[in-house]
Structure formats: structure tokens, C-alpha cells
């Protein structure tokens, strides 16, 4: 199928000689944006001897470990140790070869660290079985163990026989290395001082394998087409297969694939074991409650520092609830958030000046380049105290940090924003005894594209993108205020509040977010355009978004069709924002009813197992978004006072 216009793009990985990997098999080092060259590597090489260790865990199984100790270690001088635990290979292999980055910065490398990398237990040259996410167990035996116990072993095995550390350990990790840090932090190990998860999965439900059920199509079948193939034995191979799609364009991928129960027999022939788990567990069943790690984030001993991005396609849920969990669980913990505008890992890997439609001023990516390594110089060397607010947040719109007393920010008002008839939203709820709604027709066959892109990856600059490519689309509902008449900051968390009804018996319901700019900028030209410079009068940026797969709206673990013609509340929670719609601006509302290839199609026709659901299953169907005095939609947002010139 044709794309609606999307334009070309190029996917950006992130290298796999850093630490910071996005959740997918990168690609080989020598092939990788940004990847290792002679230079980076003999720097690298001039500053730290390599070691290479088979450490063992409590059951025997025993994973390997590389670690790199500063050259100018005397025998007197000592060195805390910094730890990441990886799934994703701690390549290269062999003690003549380097990596080419071994820090979040070069900083981190010129101020001294030992640095350690571990293969998880069942990946790469570890032994033992891997299990994704895997849970944290009740320990009943001395040999029972879970990514907890094993950095706990790590840590002991380490700080006893490597030379020169100071008996100090930090331990840090982006995406599913943040999982591991997460999960590290839980082993209570007293050396384990300092610990930093960024874009941490803290529920695999809800990080990068669902959004509010509704199955995030691409990212899952990119990302297990090459990491959920078997290792049956260890292994120091650093290719990586990628699949081949045949065309450049995911969306016409994927509606060529038709169900999803194509996937494994048309593709993955039965060999991607975790596939098979995601498809057999459609709800929030048991398999899915036992990868929830915030609730074992308590007892926590060591210093805390999350890291996440606004725009963070696969893990914006992780690291905000990631936070409050620490926070809730663990009074008296150092517990800081920070949140960036930023990409997935895009504080490591980006300036963070840009991304997509949205610019932001200056390289935002440097503010945190600077924090963390104050961070562990204090927790690990006994350096001065860092400055680190309880929340330094960026405010999108604004373009600027804050340094916040807490997350969400205090002194919140809660608003509703209602949506009007002909296309209004106004803090005014409707009134009047007639029934009013807007009615769009959802067709299956006709899905609305997330992004203008080309691609057969996920877009990272979705999150961020000019949303005029659907908004006249006849399946897409706008609902907009009239232009600001002074500055709006919205911040914390969003809570979506539909009154919806659909002549099938199942429907998705996405909700977007958009800061609308006003008309031509005043003084911009064809000299401007000639120049690259960007006209972005009317430009509709998208702010947030968030799908709804309505099945689940009583209950995720019990889903139910919907009675068709009846009208039904549909209630969920937005992930947080800190966003300023500038005077002049519009607050628009979109609402539809697919995103795709990001989110499967719903066949709006109730099968028990939508990954099970039939050609035949899916329908057209009409639905409606009610805006009267009886089913008052909405959205609910927390408004933050404006500050005079004087910060009050």
C-alpha cells in the first residue's frame, strides 16, 4: 500500500561501541554511525589496559566481563568501578582489542574510572539461559538467583580481586541496560554507592511492548526479528543479521503482512521464542505482572539518578514511574529526576539541540553531560556535592531547565480542556439538553500513518513531528482553542476522558496532544527558505500522544467488547508533559482511531486474542466522540502558575 505522504529518512543507530544502544541488535561496530575508528580506539588504548574475566555467579554459571583499569594505576592510587550489564554484547572480544568509547563521555574517561562491562546471563560469551526482563525472584535457596543476584555477585567478585578500585561501585545503563541498573540497585550491595537508570524499562507491558495494550507493532517485530533468535551457546560473534523487508517502507510492509498471525509463519518460522510469549499473552496476565519491576524498587541503598527524554518513543513510561516508585518506596534516598528533550539515549548520542519539527535552542544534551559525571565523582570519589536539583526538568515551548522541589511540580491546578462542537476545546464544559458528537468512519484498510517517514525502523522524530499530514484527513477528529491570549504551561501527568460509542464491537482511540503555531512568521521570506530556514506558520507539533485499545477500558487483564450504537466511557492516563504553549499559539486536540505501522491495526471486530484475529475480522466501522452536557469529552491537565520577572 502506498504511503500518505511521508517523506525519506534515515534511521539513526546508536553505536555499539557505547554503553548506550538503543532496544534493538545494532549494527556491527565497524558498520555503526559514530562506531569505533583507529583513532577513538588507540585513545581508548593509551589510557586503560584491558582484562577479560569469566566471573561466577552463586549456581556456578559464570559471565563474562570485560574491564578496563587507567594505565597510570599505581600501586597506591585507587579507582571506583563503573559498571554496565548489557544484553547486547560487551564487544569487542579479545584482549588486544578496545572499544572505542567507555563512558557517557570523554570526560568520563579522562577523569578515571575502572570500567566494566558484563554480558547478561545467556547472552553473547555468558553462560547460562536468557529470559527477557527477566523477574525478580523470592529467593528460597543459597543458589536461587535473578538479574538482582547476579550484580550482587558481580560487585562482591569484583571489588575483591580487581586492582586498584577504591571499594566503590557505580552502576549505570540505557534502555535495557537501565533495566539492569534498575534491577542492580534492588541487590543492596554495600559498595554499590551510585546508581543511574536512563530510559529504564520499568514494566514490559508498558515499556516499548504496549501502549495501553494497543501492541506496538514495529518496534516489537524489528527488535525480536534479530535479538529473539536463539543462542544456544556462548558465542563472541559481533554480526548482526537484520531482517530483510524487501522495501524501504514499513507502512507498506506491514499492511502486506496483513494479521498478525502472519508474522510467525510467513517470517519468524516458530525460532523467536519471545514472539510466541508476546502473541500467547494479549492482556495483562501473570507473565506480564511478573515483569513489573516497580514494585521491588524499595530498600534501596544507594544514590539514585534517573534519566529519560520527553520524546523517547520506546521508554518515556520507564524512567517517570521508574522515579516515583524510587521516590514513593524509598524515603531518604538521593533520588533525582532528569528529563531532556531528547530522543531514545539521545543525552549520550545527540547535541539534543533539535529533533523532528522542534528546535530547542542550544545542545541541551551538555547540561546533562556535565551533572552526571558530578554525580558519581561525589557518590564514587568523594568529589564535591553535585548540583542536582529533586527534578531538573525541561519545559518544551519554553525551551529552557527547571529546577523543580519535585515531579509533577507543586502547586498544579487541574483543568479540563472540553471539546466543543465544530471542532472547539474550551475550559468551558458544554451545555444544552441536545445530544452532540463528531463521527469519523475507522477503516482497517486505510490506516493512519504516525509518521511522514519512509522506513522500516521506528521514527524517532514521530514524537516531535508537524502533525498537518493527517489533520485533514476525514478520520481524524481536531478539536483547537481559540489563539492564547497569554502563556499556557502544562505539566505532570494527562489524563484522556471520552465519551465514545462504535458500530463494531472493538476500536483503538488515540489522543494527541499539538502546540499549534500561529500564522507566518513576521519577516520570514523566500531568501529565509532559500537560506533553510524553516516557514513554520501553522506548523502543528506534536507534543504528546497516546493510544487506547478500548477493550481494556474496565479492566487490562479482562477485556470486553464493545455493545455496538452504546455509548461508553473511556478513561487513561497521557505520559507527563512540561510544555508551554506560548501567547498566540492554539492547543489543539487530535483524536483517530489507528497510528500505524507503530501500533497493530485493531480489526474492530472482538476476538478473544487479537493476535489471533482473521482477514475476515477486519471491518469498517463508524465511531463517535460525544461533546454534549451528558457525555462531556475531555482532557485533564495540570496548568503550572506563571512566574513573574521575579520567579514568584
Known sequence: MSPVSRSLAALLWLSLASPAVAQTPPPPPSKAPGASTPERTERIRSRYTKFEYRIPMRDGVKLFTSVYIPVDASPTKRYPILLVRTPYSVAPYGLDRYKAQLGPSEAFEKEGFIF???????????????????????????????????????????????????????QWGISYPGFYASAGAISGHPALKAVSPQAPIADWFWDDMHRHGAFNLSLAFNFFSGFGKPRPKPTDSEDWSRFEYGTPDGYEFFMDLGPLSNADTKHFKGDVAFWKDVTAHPNYDAFWQARNLLPHLKGLKAAMLVVGGWYDTEDLYGPLRTYAAIEKQNPGVANTLVMGPWQHGGWVGTEGSELGDAEF????????QELGLAFFKQHLKGGEKAAVPEALVFETGANRWRQLESWPPKGLRETRLFFQPKGGLSQQAPTGTTESFAEYISDPAKPVPYTQEITTRWSKNYMAEDQRFVASRPDVLVFETEPLEQDLTLAGPLEADLWVSTTG??????????????????????????KGEKNRGGQQTLVRGEPFRGRFRDSYSEPKAFKPGEVSKVRFAINDVFHTFQKGHRVMIQVQSSWFPFIDRNPQTYVPNIFEAKETDFTRSFHRVYHSAAHPSSIKVGVLPALDAQGN
Open 361 to 368: 535552542g542550544f545542545n541541551t544534551s551538555d547540561t546533562y
Open 505 to 530: 464491537s472493538d476500536a483503538d482511540w488515540v489522543v494527541k496532544l499539538v502546540d499549534v503555531n500561529p500564522g507566518k512568521p513576521r519577516g520570514w521570506s523566500r531568501a529565509d527558505a532559500e
Open 116 to 170: 566494566v562491562f558484563q554480558d547478561v546471563r545467556g547472552r553473547l560469551m555468558s553462560e547460562g539461559d536468557f529470559v527477557n526482563v527477566r523477574p525478580i525472584n523470592p529467593k528460597k535457596g543459597a543458589k536461587d538467583t535473578d538479574e538482582s543476584t547476579d550484580t550482587f555477585d558481580t560487585i562482591d567478585w569484583l571489588v575483591a580481586r580487581v586492582p586498584n578500585n577504591n571499594g566503590k561501585v557505580g
